[in-house]
């Protein structure tokens, strides 16, 4: 796990699902949420701020029940996952996450350890 603090990054509005998935990334559990009128399982892997902005990358283990046709790495902005849980299910770093990504410099807020 990684946290990282920088008093140079954006001030971001910090929403109330925040603790949660941080829990989930210490953890390694997958969390569960509606995400654009559906339901998703995720196994987030990195919280970062983007444009004042806070955001989940995460591999979707589940869209709508069904696993997804290809594993891959998507970002989630916090606000639009509503009614955030953690759930009993653990997962594994994935080969796809690239931790050193530019995108992460500077605004990565907690990350998995790999």
Do not use: C, W
């Not at 709508?64 to 009614?83: C, M, N, V, Y």
């Not at 994935?94 to 530019?102: G, T, W």
């Amino acid at each position: 796990m990684t946290l990282t603090m920088t008093e140079d990054r954006p001030a971001a509005a910090v929403p109330d699902t925040v603790p949660l998935v941080f829990e989930a990334i210490v953890k390694q559990q997958a969390i569960a949420a509606s995400y654009n009128r559906g339901t998703v399982t995720l196994a987030p892997h990195i919280v970062y701020t983007k444009h004042g902005e806070i955001y989940l990358d995460a591999l979707t283990l589940e869209r709508d029940g069904q696993p997804p046709r290809e594993a891959k790495i998507g970002a989630f902005k916090l606000t639009g996952l509503s009614g955030l849980r953690v759930t009993p299910r653990r997962f594994a770093a994935s080969e796809l996450f690239q931790p050193k990504d530019a995108k992460y410099d500077g605004v990565t807020l907690l990350a998995i350890e790999q």
